[in-house]
């Protein structure tokens, strides 16, 4: 009997321990134990010094102008409606220069607070995932906006809306594309921030120049880390290269054949569920006469910093010499 009220106490300490180990507080994991990290649909991170705030946008105010939904805290409501407006013209002017409707689009007012490093939002389930503009809120108009805001809502937004409207396989073939857009928004929009979108990516392309050509059919390396327990993707200078450099492809393509025939290539993959890279290359060469799978593997460098270097930054069509 003494042997067994011992088995049992053994037993009883062991599940304790167990229970404890359960359900006390668990240390941050690291990346390979991926079931204790979160993968946010959407982040941003500015200060890796500083927390990362997870953004919840149920109980917010919103406001909904068709196609567009703005979650915001009731005392933004003036910003909000310039967020509307804004979104608004930069919907028209990407109809109306290449027919290409961006669709329904989500943001999330973000009050920015000194020690904030960042933000994300975890699994939203409406689609489209908002994405948030992190701000002061100190501006009533949006000219009066922060250039950061700015650039989110002329630059950054237009590009990702362009991604929920493409789907396509091809990586940089969309990315470019959507760099593409959000530039000629900036162009005709904001022209004050055009130097400012041009220089971002010159810079990333001036640290791969020893390389002297750049291979956009081949997918970039994916790095991650892990920061306040979320899993964050991080670019590698060749992946920060390649936003600049297939910008430049779809600039030389407007400067050399006009941007008529980038809407006649959008107008054409449209008729296509999810097209493929070299279904894209295909349609592109047809329209312009040249071998453009051959291009995208072999992007010269210089001639990309040299194309974005002359860009225009004012309003104005791109036409062909």
Known sequence: MRLLGVLLSIIMLIVGVLAMLFFLPKERQ????????????????????????????????TLHQEPFTIYFPSQYQVQAEEVAQALAQIWQVVRHRLGLDLGAFSVVLVLLREDMGGVFIESWPDKPVPLFLVSSMKWTRMSEAPQPTRLTVYAVFPHEAAHF?????????????????????????????????????QK?????????????????????????????????????????????????????????????????????????????????????????????????LQEALQTLEQAPCEEGQLTAP
């Open 165 to 201: 409207a493409l789907m396509w396989e091809g990586h940089w073939l969309e990315e470019g594309i959507a760099e593409y857009i959000g530039f000629r928004v900036v162009q005709e929009l904001a022209p004050d921030l055009c130097a400012t979108c041009r220089e971002g990516r």
């Open 204 to 300: 990333y392309i001036r640290e791969i120049l020893s390389q002297s050509t750049y291979d956009l059919t081949r997918e970039p390396p994916q790095e991650f880390v892990v920061h306040d327990g979320v899993r964050l993707k991080v670019s590698s200078p060749e992946e920060g290269a390649g936003y600049g450099v297939s910008l430049a492809f779809w600039l030389q393509v407007a400067q050399n054949h006009g941007e008529e025939v980038i809407r006649q290539f959008l107008e054409q993959t449209r008729r296509l569920s999810q097209p493929t890279e070299h279904e894209l290359a295909r349609i592109l060469s047809e329209l312009t006469g040249e071998d453009i799978w051959s291009k995208l593997q072999q992007m010269n």
């Open 30 to 61: 690291p990346l390979i134990q991926s079931q204790f990290v979160i993968d946010p649909e959407v982040f941003f991170v500015w200060d890796e010094t500083k927390k990362l705030y997870k953004i919840e946008p149920v109980g917010l105010e």
